[in-house]
């Protein structure tokens, strides 16, 4: 099937700095990708969709210019929080849709801890 | 707006079958998607509904009412390994899944 990858699997910084996740499709091309965060116990909650050449589309209540998205090949899309505090301590993870199939691939995840 | 309603958690022996309900309310409804994940996993693709009917893949089954804006997914012989949670989300117009609460299955020897 097809591999979604992350990278990194996981990141601690400090409060302040900033940090880039990446989402790879490994073996088919992806006009769109999705990014998730979820808190411990809790769903997955869809932070913005990515859409390869343009600007993403953010669900209500996510900041964008604190999470950046960038999708700049078909493969590829990135993540940076900036500025994190603790509160962005979560898991993120991103998908990507085969256009062939009706399913989306999920990458393996990052957590993400901000001291 | 949209949302999906599914129980939080169900326990079940070791062999048994155990059904897990979602209902959802959603606009340019597509279909249905179950995904499992394991505790510090990412989610991994189960099953597909966008018709009424049973979906059957080895010991999971899945099924949709379109109709009912209900769906079902059925673990038989269950094992061990089964523990984990289960969502249903649903798939809309621009090709967004919207997730359920999820549903933490723990299997009992």
């Known amino acids: 099937g097809a591999v979604v990858s992350q990278h990194p699997s996981w990141v601690i910084c400090k409060s302040g700095t900033s940090v880039k996740i990446e989402c790879r499709s490994l073996?088919?091309?992806?006009?769109?990708m999705f990014w998730y965060r979820q808190f411990p116990k809790q769903s997955l909650m869809l932070m913005a969709t990515?859409?390869?050449?343009?600007?993403?589309?953010?669900e209500q209540g996510v900041e964008k210019d604190k999470f950046l998205i960038n999708h700049a090949s078909l493969t590829l899309s990135t993540l940076t929080v900036t500025s994190a505090h603790p509160e962005d301590s979560s898991f993120y993870i991103c998908?990507?849709?085969?256009?062939?199939?009706?399913?989306?691939?999920f990458g393996p995840g990052t957590r993400l801890t901000v001291t | 707006g949209q949302s999906l309603e599914q129980p939080s958690e169900v326990t079940a022996v070791e062999g048994a079958i155990v059904q897990i309900n979602c209902t959802y309310q959603?606009?340019?409804?597509?279909?249905l998607s179950w995904y499992q994940q394991h505790d510090g996993g990412a989610p991994t693709f189960l099953s597909y509904?966008?018709?009424?009917g049973l979906e059957e893949t080895g010991r999971f089954s899945s099924f949709l009412s379109r109709s009912d804006s209900y769906g079902y997914l059925l673990l038989q012989e269950l094992q061990m390994k089964d523990s984990a949670s289960y969502f249903c989300?649903?798939?809309?117009?621009?090709?967004?899944?919207?997730f359920g609460g999820g549903t933490r299955l723990m299997v009992k020897p």
């Open positions: 998908s990507a849709r085969d256009l062939q199939v009706y399913e989306q691939y």
């Open positions: 073996d088919f091309q992806a006009t769109t």
């Open positions: 959603t606009s340019g409804f597509y279909g």
């Open positions: 989300a649903v798939y809309n117009a621009g090709n967004m899944l919207t």
């Open positions: 509904n966008a018709l009424d």
């Open positions: 990515s859409n390869e050449g343009s600007k993403a589309t953010y």
